[in-house]
Nanobody, 116 residues
Framework: QVHLVESGGGLVQAGGSLNLSCVAS????????MGWYRQTPGNQRELVAS???????NYVRSLKGRFTISRDNAKNMVLLQMNSLQPEDTAVYYC??????????WGQGTQVTVSS
């Protein structure tokens, strides 16, 4: 089992920045990919960015350049730096990890609200 705790969401004005962090505990030796998804009401959860244990990153094309994902394997932590935030970035952001056995785990979600 892997337990995820997210932090860093909140309210920010358009053009501002927020940093999200997610710390994993439990069976962390089995962790492979870590990432972030987001979801708005009535819509499916969508990938924002992911990063492997070796540091290979994957971004939704529309967000690359504004969002940066990073990872600290020693702290079992994944970070998402979000710059130039826009109202359409408003969503609940979820931390996601996947083990080498392809087992996914999800955080509880953190609300990001961008005001215009």
């Amino acid at each position: 089992q892997v337990h995820l705790v997210e932090s860093g969401g909140g309210l920010v004005q358009a053009g501002g920045s927020l940093n999200l962090s997610c710390v994993a505990s439990g069976s962390v030796r089995s962790l492979n990919a870590m990432g972030w998804y987001r979801q708005t009401p009535g819509n499916q959860r969508e990938l924002v960015a992911s990063i492997t244990r070796d540091g290979m990153t994957n971004y939704v094309r529309s967000l690359k350049g504004r969002f940066t994902i990073s990872r600290d394997n020693a702290k079992n932590m994944v970070l998402l730096q979000m710059n130039s935030l826009q109202p359409e970035d408003t969503a609940v952001y979820y931390c996601n990890v996947e083990t080498y056995f392809r087992q996914p785990y999800w955080g509880q979600g953190t609300q990001v609200t961008v005001s215009s």
